[in-house]
């Protein structure tokens, strides 16, 4: 059991939008920030964005994060075959003294 | 170009010990926090420790306690976790990654635990 939670799964069709959650708590989300993460299919995770919403260089601007009280969420614009990853919110948790990920989302674009 | 490369993966028996190391070239290692993190076959992301630039400050998820320890060599711009008293559910492919959230990542090293 992930100390953040995210959705298992979500599907949108290609160009359309989609959001992925991620909920923690005061010792995590509230306090610390967030990251996300895309990992394709066979290979490592990328960071996408950092610090709830900033994006390293060479991150396209459709991809968008923010953050709200114990929760964040991650935003796809104009979705594309080749997003078809999964997805992956992290933070400190400073009450565990660790980095603690959500479970991961499994993005389809049909 | 930031390139992490790890090396070290393989088979081992329940009980056994294994070194992992992670070579870095492209930037200021000895500037930047390091990362292990692991993922287990069909699993999520699991962080298992990190170490400050100076090897000063070093933090671990629970399960990992007293058996895994991460450690780093500034001079040869490399990271190492030594494994020891491994279990099956150690099995899992590791990351190394740079920073304490992972700006770059390797390609992994699988470490299978099993009789």
């Known amino acids: 059991q992930s100390v953040l939670t995210q959705p298992p799964s979500v599907s949108a069709a290609p160009g359309q939008k989609v959001t992925i959650s991620c909920s923690g708590s005061s010792s995590n989300i509230g306090n610390n920030y967030v990251s996300w993460y895309q990992q394709l299919p066979g290979t490592a995770p990328k960071l996408l964005i950092y610090d709830n919403n900033k994006r390293p260089s060479g991150i396209p601007d459709r991809f968008s994060g923010s953050k709200s009280g114990t929760s964040a969420t991650l935003g796809i614009t104009g979705l594309q075959t080749g997003d078809e990853a999964d997805y992956y919110c992290?933070?400190?948790?400073?009450?565990?003294?660790?980095?603690?990920f959500g479970g991961g989302t499994k993005l389809t674009v049909l | 170009e930031v390139q992490l490369v790890e090396s070290g993966g393989g088979l081992v028996q329940p009980g056994g010990s294994l070194r992992l190391s992670c070579a870095a070239s492209g930037f200021t290692f000895s500037s930047y926090w390091m990362s292990w993190v692991r993922q287990a076959p069909g699993k999520g992301l699991e962080w298992v420790a990190n170490i400050k630039q100076d090897g000063s400050e070093k933090y671990y998820v629970d399960s990992v306690k007293g058996r895994l320890t991460i450690s780093r060599d500034n001079a040869k711009n490399s990271l190492h976790l030594q494994m020891s008293s491994l279990r099956a559910e150690d099995t899992a492919v590791y990351y190394c990654?740079?920073?304490?959230?992972?700006?770059?990542w390797g390609q992994g090293t699988l470490v299978t635990v099993s009789s």
């Open positions: 992290g933070t400190w948790d400073s009450s565990l003294g660790a980095v603690v």
């Open positions: 990654a740079r920073g304490r959230i992972g700006d770059y």
